[in-house]
């Protein structure tokens, strides 16, 4: 069966801090990596993984995929407040039409 | 405009009763899906559907039973709610028939059973 764990399940930092989440699988036929970012409600989109040793970037946020560990790890630079939220990892595999969570990493950014 | 949205937000009901939980999505997507997310903040899916059709159907009990009357529409009714059925369901929705890729999430509905 599909596997997702995310590590660790919950961090407390400080403003300005960097912070490193990890997400790693099992799963066979595997297509791609995502990284989600939940608040309040609706978890949304941050990044795409399929490639690995390819970095994506998006401002303050960075993630990479290892397919030989098989794993990834989400970087937050410079942290801010509004960073707080739980951060989900997915993977998606072929011909499964479905995404596997993780169990997710709740991020608590202390000002 | 909302992509991807459900009603109703919030539902508080009694044990035993049917409830039902409708979502619309006006992306243009050819799949929806139903997640469900428990207090631990676990998500799962629960059913796909492309284009009207069932897709994915994940040892969910028979007392949940999906309708896609069109592919901009997916809707779940509950019978006989128990306890354990109390979470956050997420409607969503994506481009890609043949993969899941990049999913667009409703609010969420919370359900409490009492």
């Known amino acids: 069966e599909d596997k997702v764990v995310q590590s660790p399940l919950s961090l407390v930092v400080h403003e300005g801090d960097t912070v490193t989440l990890n997400c790693s699988y099992e799963?066979?036929?595997?297509?791609?990596l995502l990284w989600y970012k939940q608040e309040k409600k609706a978890p949304t989109f941050l990044f795409m993984l399929?490639?690995?040793?390819i970095e994506k970037k998006s401002g303050r946020l960075s993630s990479i995929l290892d397919k030989k560990e098989l794993s990834s790890i989400l970087n937050i630079t410079a942290t801010q407040t509004g960073d707080s939220a739980i951060y989900l990892c997915?993977?998606?595999?072929?011909?499964?039409?479905?995404?596997?969570f993780g169990q997710g990493t709740r991020l608590t950014i202390n000002p | 405009d909302t992509a991807v949205s459900q009603t109703p937000k919030y539902l508080v009901t009694q044990m035993g009763n049917d409830k039902s939980i409708k979502c619309e999505q006006n992306?243009?997507?050819?799949?929806m899906y139903w997640y469900k997310q428990d207090s631990k903040k676990f998500l799962k899916i629960m059913f796909s559907?492309?284009?009207?059709?069932?897709?994915i159907n994940e040892t969910v009990p028979n007392r949940f039973s999906p309708k896609s009357p069109d592919k901009a529409h997916l809707n779940l009714h509950i019978n006989s709610l128990e306890l354990g059925d109390s979470a956050v369901y997420f409607c969503?929705?994506?481009?890609?028939?043949?993969?899941?890729?990049?999913?667009?999430f409703g609010e969420g509905s919370r359900l409490t059973v009492l």
């Open positions: 969503a929705s994506s481009s890609r028939t043949s993969a899941a890729g990049e999913l667009f």
């Open positions: 799963v066979t036929n595997f297509r791609s």
């Open positions: 399929t490639s690995s040793g």
């Open positions: 997915a993977v998606d595999r072929q011909g499964a039409q479905k995404l596997v």
């Open positions: 992306l243009g997507h050819d799949t």
């Open positions: 559907y492309n284009n009207k059709e069932l897709i």
